[in-house]
C-alpha cells in the first residue's frame, strides 16, 4: 500500500481508497482556521473596547468593568476552545478551514468521526501544540507514515482528502426520475442535531427504498412508502397524514439526496 493512501475494506470485502492529507494541505488549513479566530478575537476586544468606553460613571460604580471583561473572557474561552471540536464533529470533520482546502477528519475504519473522537483529538491538540507553534504536531505529522498528529493517534482518527463522487456521463434511471420530478437536496433543510439524530438504519432503509423505487410493482411501492414514511418522517419534523402518495415519494426522495450528502463516505 502507497503510504500517502489508505486502503479500508468494507464488510463486503470491497476497498475503498483514502487519499491520506499530508503536512501542506493539513497546516494551510490551520492557518486559516487560526485566522478566522484571531479575526473573532480581534473583534472581541474592540467591542469590549466601546463597551467600557461607553459605560457612565454610574454603571462603573455599581457594576465596574469586570463583568464586561469577565463575559468576554468566557465567550473567547469557549470559541477557541470547543471551534475544532464542535466544527469537526458537526459538520463531517470538516472546519472551515478543512474545507477550503477539500480535506477531512474521520475514523481509522472510515466511518464519520464520532463525539468522543472529536472531544479527545482535540483535547490532546494542547500537547501537540507544545512546546511552541504547534512544534511536536508538525513533527509527527511529518515523520508518521499515516501523517498522524498526537491526537490522531489517540482518537483513532486520520485526515484524508475529500473523495469526489465520480460521476457517470449517462445518468442512472433514478437520476433521471430526480430530474423529471425536479427534486434536489435543497427542497429539505436539515440543522445538524436532526442529521446526527439519523441513524445507520434510517440511512440503510431510505436507500433501500431509493434504489428499488422504480422497480417494484406501483401498488407495493405506494404502501412502502406510506410505511417508511410514518418511521422517518415524524425524525426530520415531517407529518405524513393527508399527503398524497405522490408527494410523499417526492419527499423520501429528497431525503434520500440529504442523507446521501451525509452517508456517501461511510462504509
Do not use: C
Not at 21 to 32: E, H, K, N, T, V
Not at 68 to 84: D, E, H, S
Not at 175 to 203: F, H, Q
Amino acid at each position: 500500500m502507497n503510504e500517502d493512501h489508505l486502503d479500508i475494506k468494507t464488510p463486503e470485502f470491497v476497498s475503498i481508497q483514502f487519499q491520506i492529507a499530508g503536512l501542506g494541505s493539513r497546516s494551510a488549513a490551520f492557518i486559516i482556521d487560526q485566522l478566522l479566530l484571531m479575526a473573532f478575537n480581534i473583534l472581541s476586544l474592540i467591542v469590549l473596547f466601546f463597551v467600557l468606553d461607553g459605560m457612565s460613571k454610574m454603571e462603573f460604580i455599581f457594576i465596574g468593568n469586570s463583568l464586561p471583561i469577565a463575559i468576554t473572557i468566557i465567550v473567547l474561552f469557549l470559541v477557541n476552545g470547543g471551534y475544532f471540536f464542535a466544527y469537526e464533529f458537526f459538520s463531517g470533520g470538516r472546519t472551515l478551514g478543512k474545507k477550503l482546502m477539500g480535506i477531512r477528519v474521520i475514523q481509522e475504519n472510515g466511518h464519520s468521526i464520532t463525539l468522543l473522537s472529536s472531544f479527545i483529538r482535540n483535547l490532546i491538540r494542547i500537547i501537540d501544540s507544545l512546546p511552541t507553534a504547534y512544534f511536536l504536531g508538525i513533527i509527527m505529522i511529518f515523520f508518521h507514515s499515516k501523517h498522524k498528529r498526537l491526537g490522531d493517534l489517540v482518537a483513532g482518527t486520520i485526515v484524508v482528502h475529500e473523495r469526489k463522487a465520480k460521476r457517470k456521463k449517462k445518468l442512472s434511471p433514478l437520476e433521471n426520475e430526480l430530474n423529471n420530478r425536479g427534486l434536489s437536496k435543497d427542497d429539505l433543510i436539515l440543522d445538524e442535531w436532526t442529521l446526527k439524530s439519523l441513524g445507520m438504519k434510517d440511512w440503510k432503509l431510505v436507500k433501500t427504498y431509493a434504489s428499488r423505487f422504480l422497480q417494484i410493482p406501483l401498488d407495493e411501492r405506494n404502501q412502502l412508502t406510506e410505511q417508511i414514511a410514518v418511521i422517518l418522517f415524524p425524525k426530520v419534523g415531517l407529518d405524513p397524514s393527508g399527503k398524497a402518495t405522490d408527494e410523499l415519494e417526492n419527499n423520501l426522495l429528497v431525503l434520500y439526496l440529504v442523507l446521501l450528502e451525509e452517508w456517501e463516505f461511510e462504509l
